[in-house]
């Protein structure tokens, strides 16, 4: 069946450093998700990309949509300690999301 | 308005038992997925409902099972509890579909002893 892999699984970054999660499908996707989870928390919606080669900002995250929609990325600027959680990219092909592995962000100040 | 909304939220069963867990979706979102996170596995999709019929289901065993009500409420059952089973059961809803964006609520916490 369909796989998503994320890399890379944990990152530590120092507050201020920049931070980038890959996602990637071995088949095309229809679109892609990205949410983001607090520890102790409930995954939440972040965005969606639909369009080969998209981009999107939302402030000091860019997420990417691979030219042949088998990849993303999500690249933090500058990170700062609210930017903790685990990052989960989501993939639609045909009937449901599968998610990502995910990647754990720990941001040390 | 409310967010999705799940019962209980903290569960502790025996291996054997069977356990039922409730899912009040967003209102006017007709579509309610489950999944289950564990530390090793991640976020694996159980289901789908929609219009009270199963629109998708997982590679889970038959002991998972589940039903949507006329108000979109959801339910998921699981029988015959394993140790393997403990994790936090994730509820989701969207307005129309599975596929699109997911509102999550806080989860059930099931542990298995």
């Known amino acids: 069946g369909q796989q998503v892999m994320q890399i890379p699984q944990y990152q530590h970054v120092q507050e201020g450093e920049d931070f980038t999660t890959y996602c990637n499908s071995s088949?095309?996707?229809?679109?892609i998700q990205w949410y983001k989870q607090r520890p102790g928390g409930h995954p939440v919606f972040l965005i969606q990309l639909v369009k080969s080669g998209e981009v999107k900002k939302q402030k000091r995250l860019t997420f990417q949509f691979g030219e042949a929609k088998k990849n993303s990325s999500l690249h933090i600027t500058a990170t700062q300690t609210t930017d903790v959680g685990t990052y989960f990219c989501a993939a639609s092909n045909t009937d449901k999301l599968i998610f990502g592995t995910g990647t754990r962000l720990q941001v040390f100040p | 308005k409310a967010g999705v909304t799940q019962t209980p939220r903290y569960l502790i069963k025996t291996r054997g038992q069977q356990v039922t867990l409730s899912c009040s979706p967003i209102?006017?979102?007709?579509?309610v997925s489950w999944y289950q996170q564990t530390p090793g596995q991640g976020l694996q999709f159980l289901f789908e409902y929609f219009s009270e019929t199963q629109r998708n289901k997982g590679n889970f065993p038959g002991r998972f099972s589940g039903r949507q009500f006329s108000n979109s409420r959801s339910e998921m059952n699981v029988s015959t509890l394993e140790l393997g089973d403990s994790a936090l059961y994730l509820c989701?809803?969207?307005?129309?579909?599975?596929?699109?964006?997911?509102?999550f609520g806080p989860g059930t916490r099931l542990t298995v002893l």
């Open positions: 209102s006017g979102h007709r579509s």
């Open positions: 989701a809803s969207s307005y129309t579909s599975g596929r699109n964006e997911q509102f």
């Open positions: 088949t095309t996707l229809s679109n």
